[in-house]
């Protein structure tokens, strides 16, 4: 297949580095010339194990390109992937403008049947917005060419990433048509050809089903910390307790380390958005209140056992 991939960040990169390395022909899409120029050159913006070598062998193969024109890839596009930014909104909603201005981008250079998929972290309905955007775009030209519009979220980790795309636990796919199904099966045959899971749901199931892995990751997180400070007021070896629940296979040892809480570029983010379309559709989701507030917490936590520990002073 011929895919167009819109966004060179994290997802973005690895997702087209991996699709080129499974035999499909990438285009590689991005505003920013700088990044593009790099790209071209063999430097990537980003670091992830693996990932060079995958850019490297793929593009002197012919199977990736980079450019900052969605017009040069348009023509012979068979499926349009976003994977552009969601940041959070001052109120923690996810900010959607980059998703929509690459839904109109795509509506501009749409040339041939295609299917839409979004594989950034985006709230509950947004796949009718792109589907709006794009639909808006192509009235503005006067065309009438069919397109269909699907979920796929990522689940990468940093550092495997690479393995995470190549064995994946299951690849999520959101279609409400036979058309997007059909061709997101294309899309992933050579890794479902060599045993990987695909879950087929309706769209808004797998724009949710993002949102809601990362928010259980985070109730793990918050929870543990949670029994840790327990324990230290108890008496008890939390490292023993977390061995003994660990070791239940229903739960496992992943996620239940106690800690300064967790942080980083997603679960803050996504936990808050989970929370923002609860309030908006006015549901109290009080678990959710709950894990924010013991890792906002566990922060302050670990800042008093250290003065505890140092004294005041930690210059």
Do not use: W
């Amino acid at each position: 297949m011929n895919i167009v991939i819109i966004g060179t960040g994290y997802v973005g990169l690895v997702a087209g580095g991996c699709f080129a390395e499974i035999g499909h022909h990438v285009t590689c899409v991005d505003i920013c010339p700088k990044k593009i120029n790099g790209l071209k050159q063999g430097q990537l913006p980003i670091y992830e194990p693996g990932l060079d070598d995958i850019v490297a062998r793929n593009t002197a193969a012919g199977r990736l390109h980079f450019t900052t024109n969605l017009a040069d890839a348009a023509p012979d596009a068979d499926a349009y992937c976003i994977a552009v930014g969601t940041p959070p909104d001052e109120d923690g909603s996810a900010d959607l403008q980059y998703v929509l201005a690459a839904a109109r981008e795509i509506g501009r250079h749409l040339a041939r049947p295609a299917v839409i998929i979004n594989k950034s972290t985006v709230p509950v309905g947004t796949a009718d917005k792109v589907r709006a955007a794009v639909s808006e775009s192509l009235t503005a030209r006067g065309a009438d060419i069919p397109y269909h519009v699907a979920s796929n979220p990522e689940f990468l980790k940093e550092g495997v990433a690479i393995g995470d795309f190549m064995q994946p636990d299951r690849i999520i796919i959101g279609a409400d048509s036979e058309e997007a199904l059909n061709q997101l099966q294309t899309l992933y045959a050579p890794l479902t050809e060599r045993g990987a899971r695909l879950i087929h749901m309706a769209v808004r199931d797998a724009e949710m089903t993002k949102y809601a892995a990362n928010a259980m990751l985070a109730t793990r997180i918050s929870f543990m910390n949670e029994i840790a400070g327990l324990c230290e007021k108890l008496g008890v070896d939390v490292e023993n307790v977390r061995l003994g629940i660990g070791s239940d296979s229903r739960i496992g040892h992943r996620f239940i380390a106690p800690g300064a809480g967790y942080g980083g570029s997603c679960f803050p983010k996504d936990v808050r958005a989970l929370v923002n379309m609860a309030e908006n559709a006015g549901y109290d989701p009080h678990v959710l209140h709950a894990v924010e507030t013991r890792n906002h917490q566990q922060k302050n936590r670990l800042y008093q056992k250290l003065c505890a520990e140092l004294g005041d002073d930690l210059s």
